[in-house]
């Protein structure tokens, strides 16, 4: 089992719905877990109604602050925050292997209940594309250096 963090600056949204999804999609071979730099303290409604959607259980997932998981063995950090809108990424210094998978915040797009719930639709679609190519990697047959140049190429993908 890997344990990997998502991390980003609010831990609201994409955080959440990543972590949520690989512990569904993944949980034989990974535990995840999310956390933010400045948590906001709340998980954005639309990222759990979304999740739902799916079929994915959200009992128990809440906005957290990093500090907590204090200690918790992490062997894979994947940054979701979105430098391309100006949001500065979380720093996580421990030793691990860490990626960055940038996505917009849909707790931040304007437009109407249905627009923004398609945003909520789309980042997550996103987010499930790129965790499973994450469970498809070879694991096993990998070092920790394909594995990094592996996960960063997931998150160049869209």
């Known amino acids: 089992m890997l344990n990997v963090l ?4 609010g831990n609201s949204c994409r955080s959440i719905m990543a972590e949520a999804t690989l512990n569904h999609l993944g949980g034989d ?3 995840a877990y999310s956390a933010g730099s400045f948590p906001t303290g709340e998980v954005h409604t639309l990222s759990l109604e979304t999740l739902k959607a799916k079929g994915i259980e959200t009992n ?8 907590e ?6 062997d894979i950090v994947i940054t979701v925050c979105d430098n391309a809108a100006g949001e500065t990424c979380p720093i ?14 849909p707790a931040k797009f304007k437009g109407t209940n249905e ?9 997550y679609k996103m987010l499930e594309k790129r965790i499973r190519a994450l469970i498809n990697l070879p694991l096993e047959q990998v070092d920790t250096s394909e594995l990094q140049q592996q996960l960063n190429a997931i998150g160049q993908a869209a």
């Open 6 to 9: 998502f991390l980003c600056t």
């Open 60 to 67: 128990g997932y809440r906005s957290k602050s990093w500090d």
């Open 115 to 123: 627009e923004t719930k398609a945003e909520f639709e789309r980042i």
């Open 92 to 105: 996580f210094l421990g030793k691990t292997i860490k990626a960055h998978w940038g996505v917009h915040d």
């Open 69 to 74: 998981l204090e200690g918790q063995k992490i």
């Open 29 to 31: 071979k990974f535990t």
